[in-house]
């Protein structure tokens, strides 16, 4: 049932607005973007969707239609995060109150086929669907790339998780059958069209749900601030690890840190050179010496950044044993969710069901397989 009708079944009047957004794919550069580096991501055929309509008092109604629940409250008394799905939306809310935006009450119907916790964003979709939402329904005017930080700063306040922009950009600005470079120092980004001719985009699904609530995300983010902190002692110029080099991680530095604190430097760096080199590879539509940067990227994430989980090392180990399968890496914050893989098109089956076997023998656990493209991010629905 679409969206309008389940809103209807549900408050038995129509909604005034309806808005999609997607979830995200990246093909690489991972936790480079607080760290205000390159990230290369799209958005993807599978998104939140949500239909609204104002309300004459405060109250907020809201129905999270695939987990059959509801949550109410008052839009004075939002407080802080419920610790449930309600908080992505409230979050935006919250943010909107915060920019003195005038909010009346409003139902609201949620559904999303954005798979949770594997590392496809579901939580931005919906953030950036129900920012895009409400910005229609009460006319408020904010731009897409408003919208962007909006949602990213619901997420970082609200929700608790001090996550970078990417997913939200990736939401809102997707396009159909491109990847967008996205430089997250300065928001300035390129589309370029992805030919990936014999391969498509798969992603396998660990079924291990990761949580970046669960603190090792922030905790990431923290030893990546301590590495800048040291860092700028010397080099001034260093605000982030945008602004570092290879150079800079000498002996000094090294005698300077923990070793997991350079690490976590060393794999932010290497990765936004991984992105550089791999985004010239794609154009010149070299799918497999781009595939051997996101081994690189899989082994940093892994060794250095230590975000990957035996599942992920599993599934990518296994990939490298196939050849029809150019590249294979961790995709997103990582403890869970899914590889992305280039796999041709002829062979993904057989080897859906040899990886299937596989990781039900290895690790007890089904494996769920999404064969994805680059599309159209946040927009509004229309119903005739
Ligand atoms: C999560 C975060 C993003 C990004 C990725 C890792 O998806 O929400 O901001 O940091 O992890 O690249």
């Given at each position: 049932m679409d969206?309008r009708?389940l809103?209807?079944e549900?408050y038995?009047?129509a909604?005034?607005?309806?808005?999609?957004?997607?979830g995200?794919?990246?093909?690489?550069?991972?936790?480079?973007?607080?760290?205000?580096?390159?990230?290369?991501p799209?958005?993807?055929?599978?998104a939140a969707?949500?239909?609204?309509a104002?309300?004459e008092d405060q109250?907020i109604?809201?129905?999270?239609?695939?987990?059959g629940?509801?949550?109410?409250?008052?839009?004075n008394?939002l407080?802080t995060?419920?610790?449930h799905?309600?908080a992505y939306v409230?979050g935006?809310?919250?943010?909107?109150?915060k920019m003195?935006?005038q909010l009346?009450?409003?139902d609201l119907?949620?559904t999303?086929?954005?798979?949770?916790g594997?590392?496809?964003?579901?939580?931005a979709?919906?953030e950036c669907a129900t920012?895009?939402?409400?910005?229609?329904?009460?006319?408020?005017?904010?731009?897409r790339?408003?919208?962007?930080r909006?949602a990213?700063?619901a997420?970082?306040e609200?929700?608790?998780?001090?996550?970078g922009?990417?997913?939200?950009?990736a939401?809102?600005?997707?396009?159909d059958?491109?990847?967008?470079q996205?430089?997250?120092r300065?928001?300035s980004?390129?589309?370029?069209?992805?030919?990936?001719?014999d391969?498509k985009?798969?992603l396998?699904?660990?079924?291990?749900k990761h949580?970046?609530a669960?603190?090792e995300?922030?905790?990431?983010r923290?030893?990546?601030?301590?590495g800048?902190?040291?860092?700028?002692?010397?080099?001034?110029?260093?605000?982030?690890?945008?602004?570092?080099?290879?150079s800079?991680l000498d002996?000094q530095?090294r005698?300077?840190?923990?070793?997991t604190v350079?690490n976590?430097?060393l794999y932010?760096?290497?990765e936004?050179i991984?992105?550089?080199?791999g985004?010239?590879l794609l154009l010149?539509?070299?799918?497999h010496e781009f595939?051997?940067?996101m081994?690189?990227?899989?082994?940093?994430l892994?060794e250095?950044?230590?975000?990957?989980?035996?599942?992920l090392?599993f599934?990518v180990?296994?990939?490298?044993?196939?050849?029809?399968?150019?590249?294979?890496?961790m995709?997103?914050g990582?403890f869970?969710?899914?590889?992305?893989?280039?796999?041709e098109?002829?062979?993904?089956?057989?080897?859906?069901?040899?990886f299937?076997?596989a990781?039900?023998?290895?690790m007890?656990?089904e494996?769920?397989?999404?064969?994805?493209?680059?599309?159209?991010?946040?927009?509004l629905i229309?119903f005739?």
């Amino acid at each position: 049932m679409d969206v309008r009708s389940l809103f209807i079944e549900k408050y038995g009047y129509a909604p005034q607005t309806m808005a999609k957004s997607p979830g995200r794919i990246n093909l690489i550069g991972e936790h480079t973007d607080y760290n205000l580096g390159f990230v290369l991501p799209a958005a993807i055929d599978k998104a939140a969707y949500v239909a609204i309509a104002k309300r004459e008092d405060q109250l907020i109604r809201l129905f999270a239609k695939d987990l059959g629940e509801h949550h109410e409250v008052e839009i004075n008394l939002l407080a802080t995060n419920p610790g449930h799905w309600s908080a992505y939306v409230l979050g935006v809310v919250d943010q909107l109150l915060k920019m003195g935006k005038q909010l009346s009450g409003f139902d609201l119907v949620l559904t999303c086929d954005v798979p949770t916790g594997a590392g496809m964003s579901s939580s931005a979709a919906v953030e950036c669907a129900t920012a895009f939402a409400l910005n229609e329904l009460f006319g408020f005017d904010l731009g897409r790339i408003d919208l962007v930080r909006l949602a990213q700063k619901a997420e970082n306040e609200f929700v608790g998780v001090k996550c970078g922009i990417m997913d939200m950009f990736a939401s809102v600005m997707g396009k159909d059958a491109q990847v967008i470079q996205l430089d997250c120092r300065d928001l300035s980004y390129q589309y370029f069209p992805l030919n990936l001719g014999d391969y498509k985009i798969v992603l396998f699904d660990t079924g291990v749900k990761h949580s970046l609530a669960g603190g090792e995300y922030n905790l990431r983010r923290q030893q990546c601030e301590q590495g800048v902190a040291v860092l700028k002692e010397r080099f001034p110029e260093v605000n982030s690890l945008r602004d570092a080099n290879l150079s800079m991680l000498d002996e000094q530095f090294r005698s300077a840190v923990s070793s997991t604190v350079y690490n976590r430097c060393l794999y932010v760096i290497e990765e936004n050179i991984r992105l550089e080199t791999g985004c010239k590879l794609l154009l010149q539509n070299d799918i497999h010496e781009f595939g051997k940067q996101m081994h690189g990227s899989h082994k940093g994430l892994s060794e250095l950044y230590e975000v990957s989980c035996k599942e992920l090392d599993f599934l990518v180990d296994l990939s490298k044993q196939e050849e029809a399968i150019a590249g294979a890496r961790m995709m997103g914050g990582g403890f869970g969710g899914c590889t992305i893989n280039l796999i041709e098109t002829s062979a993904i089956d057989g080897i859906y069901e040899r990886f299937s076997k596989a990781y039900q023998l290895a690790m007890g656990k089904e494996l769920n397989m999404y064969v994805t493209l680059p599309s159209e991010g946040s927009h509004l629905i229309k119903f005739d």
